[in-house]
């Protein structure tokens, strides 16, 4: 039963991981800033990297790769990791966890529409029901009814929405 369950049980923990990150990003992100988060995930993460390749290929840095994929590898990493999540940090800082992963929840539809437009894709019908569950769901939780201190803060977050709109644009660039 477990194992012909296996897809869903990944796909419900990689949805969890993603909510308890994105808050415990957020977390920190208000209490030290995005760009000294940034800055310790970077270097966490170089360390455990080299560590992994030392135990996975026996040396630290692919030093038997071309220049030519060394010149992507840097620049992937350069607009992915420092600029892109970056901006991403600096949206929870400003407007929090739910607001960010909602408007990255909108990439697949905008991606989609770009491809149609741009290079003659299609979608299917399912999908297309996809994509409108996915734009419905957006919908649902933006115009939710404020009241009050939420009013105040969705204002508030007009300021953290121009840091989160580079992000759809950057991040993909990360991807090489």
């Known amino acids: 039963m477990i194992a012909s369950r296996l897809g869903e049980f990944a796909a419900l923990a990689t949805a969890l991981c993603w909510t308890f990150g994105a808050l415990a990003f957020e977390d920190a992100c208000k209490r030290a800033g995005a760009l000294a988060v940034n800055w310790i995930r970077l270097v966490m993460g170089f360390i455990l990297l080299v560590l992994f390749c ?12 071309s220049a030519q994929a ?7 990493g350069v607009v992915g990791f420092a600029v892109g999540d970056w901006l991403l940090y600096k949206a929870f ?6 607001i960010s992963m909602l408007v990255m929840a909108s990439v697949p539809p905008i991606t989609a ?6 290079l003659g ?3 299917g019908a399912i999908d297309l029901l996809g994509m409108t569950l996915t734009v419905g769901g957006i919908v649902f939780v933006v115009l939710e009814r ?5 009013k105040k803060e969705f204002i508030h ?3 953290g929405c121009y840091w989160l ?3 759809p644009w950057v991040r993909p660039w990360g991807l090489f």
């Not at 010149?71 to 992937?76: D, Q």
């Not at 404020?146 to 939420?150: H, L, P």
């Open 165 to 167: 709109l580079v992000v």
């Open 146 to 150: 404020r009241t009050g201190e939420a």
């Open 121 to 123: 894709e299609t979608l």
């Open 157 to 159: 977050s007009a300021r």
């Open 70 to 76: 060394w010149i992507w590898l840097s620049v992937s």
């Open 93 to 98: 800082a400003e407007i929090g966890a739910r």
């Open 54 to 65: 030392l135990v996975y290929r026996g040396m630290a840095f692919p030093s038997d790769a």
């Open 113 to 118: 529409l770009i491809g149609w437009v741009l």
